[in-house]
């Protein structure tokens, strides 16, 4: 099966509402990293967190090992907030390769 | 600046042409990768090099070829290009100095007629 889940596969807001993204997966990990992907555009990372929770604006990513899961939270959504976000993780299992797999994204549309 | 580049942006050729791909980075990092991203945005590793040296080879057909002249550049090779090789690649840096925390560059596009 599929080592990374996202959840939802897509989502649409109006501006101003909280966006919660989960990642789920089915290893334990090296390392967990969150994208942001404007259409077109590179990939951005946005936090490093293998475990805990992380702060950067209106964004807050929590790792929770135990459970097997990664959330992005993002509040008071913005029009320009719209793109994909996408989680990796290095599989315990890759001893310092670095190697990523990444989750298929949550699609964040965010209206006016 | 320090960031990962990429070259070219956009790539257009005919189905059996040869390609390549530049990357660069200016982060002082020691390992480098190519990932393939597909028309539906999902993202694969493809490679991944460690001060020169191969370090992930993912199943990839043998037409593509990673070249590593030095570990701030990772150059990728397509001998002779298909039409399911349409995609955008990224290459990106990392070190375990900075945990393996990875950056990317902007991609290139290809688009194989």
């Known amino acids: 099966g599929q080592q990374v889940q996202q959840s939802p596969a897509s989502l649409v807001l109006q501006e101003g509402e909280n966006a919660e993204l989960q990642c789920n997966f089915s290893?334990?990990?090296?390392?967990m990293q969150w994208f942001y992907q404007r259409p077109g555009g590179s990939l951005v990372s946005l936090f490093y967190?293998?475990?805990g929770t992380k702060h950067s604006g209106r964004l807050t990513s929590t790792t929770v090992i135990k459970e097997r899961r990664s959330s992005l939270h993002i509040s008071s959504s913005q029009t320009t907030d719209s793109g994909t976000y996408l989680c990796a993780l290095e599989p315990a299992y890759n001893t310092n390769t670095g190697k990523l797999t990444f989750g298929d994204g949550t699609v964040l549309t965010v209206k006016p | 600046e320090t960031a990962v580049f990429q070259t070219p942006n956009y790539h257009v050729t005919q189905v059996g042409n040869e390609v390549s791909f530049n990357c660069k980075q200016t982060l002082g990092h020691d390992t480098m990768y190519w990932y393939k991203q597909d028309s539906k945005k999902l993202l694969k590793i493809m490679f991944s090099?460690?001060?020169?040296?191969?370090?992930v080879n993912e199943t990839v057909p043998r037409r593509f070829s990673p070249q590593s002249s030095d570990k701030a550049h990772l150059n990728l090779r397509i001998k002779s290009v298909e039409p399911e090789d349409s995609a955008v690649y990224l290459c990106?840096?990392?070190?375990?100095?900075?945990?393996?925390?990875?950056?990317f560059g902007p991609g290139t596009r290809l688009t194989v007629l």
């Open positions: 990106a840096s990392s070190s375990l100095r900075d945990r393996y925390e990875q950056y």
């Open positions: 967190n293998p475990s």
């Open positions: 290893t334990s990990l090296n390392s």
């Open positions: 090099y460690n001060n020169k040296q191969l370090i």
